[in-house]
């Protein structure tokens, strides 16, 4: 089981946490409770909890605080923030540290489980990955070109973040000869068209086609992957051999370059990382082959890019997403500011473009912390918000931007179409109540009906109601109730012969004078009127 410290200043807080859901149902259990951030920095120091939910403010320590504390003593626990209101400061530094989630009070029972869920399917995926080692070296002892592609595939997708700097050392071997290898990353591009994902898929498999045949006609042993960031490569290097390697480097290139006429502007960058001296390190290469792609972003697309370019300066490029604009994108998103959100973006882009410091990893991680920071706006905005999806979804666009321009671009489009969406959802959901109020009217019309009844009817307060109703119909709600009624009135007096005075009660009025006045009002005709002018023409 994993556990789990509950630290709060309010105790009525920790217990309702402890009771709020069955945690042994979701292979948790409660370690510890904890009313303030010195007790729960000394805890977390003497036990390492896997889970830790911490109040925004609490005496020692605050949350944020207390995360940044337990980061620098190396306690790699998955911290949960939670508060009785919106803090976008905090929430701005709680991303900086990487809180798995921030809950707000009162704490609903079903986000509580959601957030719990995913970070011990999480934990398991992890735990699964280490107990299937010893399965991965048992297969991946044959050469069969099967078992090497999913060795390689294996590791990509263990190490699926370009800012990993772990290596392993004890890697099966895969059938590759002995001695040096390399990682080599084939991006493809097509001058920021960033086009549909099929097309780019295709380009990648064809991408994949050439380098396979090319490659198995030379000397080089060789595995290749196809993954959104492009064809992955490791190759046996030999001494001496730098020559013809780069030669067959670019006769991949020309093949890639005549394909234009399938794949109109065609691009190919080769990102090449380091030659280590065996297979067990060939992590290292593989980071440095996908960072020097990215560095296609600055550098421009076509040609080989050695991983060692162009290096970023951290302190420099810090200042172009700061939390004071992260907290202005916050803030638009609030309010569903798309054109400022929009200039927002194209003044960071400006930015970047005119920043001699940066590198193509700066720019991911760039993205990465703006969609991450517009999930979690989007999930202030009461909107179930699955972030992972959402950072998956523009990663799958990234990967086809080939300039800033192209990212910055795709940026304020991504965000633009999903707020979009969420408007017309919103729009749908606020609309709802309305229709079935005017449903309502429409078949008791004539009845005593109070604005009061109806709000309560739909379970809104009659002061939101009142603005609601006259923002979806554009009149107020008494305006449309006697126009209702009049309506239904002119129908009357047209095709039969009622006494006025019937009609004026069928329609909802007992008091003849007052229906004879508001008629009078909104037609401009007196019922008696009304009636032989419109069966005149008759």
């Not at 920790?14 to 859901?21: A, G, S, W």
């Not at 951030?37 to 000394?42: H, K, S």
């Amino acid at each position: 089981m994993y556990s789990v410290l509950i630290s709060d200043d309010e105790m009525k807080i920790c217990r309702l946490l402890q009771n709020l859901i069955d945690w042994e149902s979701l292979n948790t259990r409660i370690s510890g409770i904890v009313n303030d951030g010195l007790e729960a920095l000394d805890f977390i120091k003497a036990n390492k909890p896997d889970i830790v939910i911490t109040d925004i403010r609490m005496p020692g320590y605050d949350g944020i605080e207390l995360i940044h504390r337990a980061r620098e003593e190396q306690i790699d626990s998955t911290f949960i923030i939670i508060s009785g209101y919106r803090q976008f400061d905090y929430a701005q530094n709680a991303i900086k540290y990487g809180v798995e989630d921030y809950l707000l009070k009162p704490i609903n029972e079903k986000e509580l489980v959601d957030t719990i869920q995913k970070i011990t399917r999480r934990k398991d995926a992890e735990h699964y990955k280490t107990m299937e080692r010893k399965d991965m070296e048992e297969r991946l002892k044959q050469s069969s070109s099967i078992a090497r592609k999913d060795f390689l595939n294996r590791i990509l997708a263990d190490n699926n973040s370009i800012f990993s700097n772990q290596t392993q050392t004890d890697l099966p071997p895969v059938g590759m000869d002995e001695g040096r290898v390399q990682a080599v990353l084939f991006k493809p591009d097509q001058r920021s068209d960033v086009g549909s994902d099929e097309t780019y898929q295709a380009m990648l498999r064809k991408t994949d086609e050439i380098i396979t045949r090319l490659f198995e006609k030379s000397r080089h042993s060789f595995i290749s992957a196809v993954k959104d960031e492009g064809v992955f490569l490791i190759v046996n290097r030999f001494e001496e051999d730098d020559k013809e390697f780069l030669s067959l480097l670019k006769s991949i290139e020309k093949e890639i370059l005549r394909q234009r006429s399938l794949f109109p502007s065609i691009q190919l960058t080769i990102g090449e990382g380091s030659t280590q001296d065996n297979i067990s390190e060939i992590r290292v290469s593989i980071n440095q082959a996908r960072n020097a792609a990215l560095n296609r972003l600055i550098l421009g697309c076509g040609g080989v890019i050695q991983w060692n370019d162009l290096e970023s300066e951290k302190e420099e490029t810090e200042k172009l997403f700061d939390n004071q604009t992260r907290g202005k994108l916050l803030e638009r998103i609030e309010v569903f500011d798309e054109e400022e959100i929009n200039t927002l973006l194209d003044s960071i882009g400006r930015r970047l473009e005119r920043n001699e410091n940066i590198d193509g990893i700066y720019i991911k991680k760039l993205s990465e912390n703006i969609i991450s920071t517009y999930a979690f706006g989007r999930r202030n905005l009461d909107i179930e918000t699955n972030a992972d999806e959402i950072q998956s979804r523009f990663s799958a666009i990234f990967c086809r931007c080939d300039s800033i321009g192209a990212v910055i671009k795709n940026l304020s489009a991504f965000i633009k179409e999903d707020l979009e969406a969420l408007k017309k959802t919103k729009t749908q959901t606020r609309s709802k109540p309305i229709r079935e109020v005017k449903q309502y009217l429409r078949k008791h019309y004539n009845e005593a009906i109070r604005q009061e009844d109806m709000s309560a009817m739909v379970g809104f307060n009659t002061t939101y109601f009142s603005s609601l109703f006259k923002k979806e119909t554009g009149e107020t709600f008494s305006d449309y109730l006697i126009r209702l009624r009049v309506s239904r009135a002119k129908e009357f007096l047209t095709a039969s012969e009622y006494p006025i005075a019937d009609i004026a009660e069928e329609v909802g009025y007992q008091d003849l004078k007052y229906f004879s006045r508001i008629f009078k009002r909104e037609t401009g005709l007196n019922p008696s009127d009304y009636r032989k002018l419109y069966r005149k023409i008759d």
